[in-house]
């Protein structure tokens, strides 16, 4: 499972634009198991991994088919899912204030994803693949927010520059 999440991770943070499926997909698979782990007592494994399978399934196809509404889901799930993540790498537990800190964060993620789709794209799925990919690694406090920000730097340059290269690429020269 460790090493699905880090070539997810990967992906996501590089090419999280331009594979929007997999974004929408990844953050539906990543959801499931967060609310899963953390609010479903007893579940086998297996269980866990194919309802978290599904979910991420359901992401990609409605993005594929219904690309704004799934942008938006996942724009909600993201940045419910990045608030999570945060709280959780700088060590801040406290369960309704998390829950409510998620909520406003979702909503924050499907304002910026509906209102700014290519760079919300970009910032959504670099801050997810780096909190996922911090999150599978064994890292400590700091580093695993030393990291965090590293890999979000370089997952937003990578992608802000294969955005800018397209944009060139589909302009018509003028010659």
């Known amino acids: 499972m460790t090493a699905l999440k880090i070539v997810i991770s990967i992906l996501l943070l590089v090419s999280g634009r331009q594979l929007f499926w997999l974004f929408v997909g990844s953050v539906g698979f990543v959801s499931a198991i967060e609310v899963i782990t953390r609010w479903v007592v007893g579940w086998p494994g297996w269980l866990t991994l194919v309802v978290a399978l599904a979910a991420g399934v359901v992401g990609a ?29 700088v060590g801040i537990n406290v369960p309704l204030l998390t829950w409510v800190l998620a909520l406003v964060g979702g909503i924050i993620g499907l304002l910026v994803t509906v209102s700014l789709f290519d760079w919300s794209l970009i910032v959504l799925s670099s801050l997810s693949g780096a909190s996922l990919l911090v999150r599978s690694l064994p890292l400590s406090q700091p580093w695993n927010l030393v990291v965090f920000v590293g890999l979000l730097a370089v997952g937003l340059l990578i992608q802000a520059r294969l955005m800018h290269r397209q944009e060139l690429a589909s302009r018509p020269s003028n010659g």
């Open 61 to 89: 196809v409605l993005a594929i088919f219904l690309q704004e509404v799934a942008v938006g889901i996942a724009g909600f799930l993201g940045g419910g899912y990045i608030v999570l993540s945060f709280l959780d790498i």
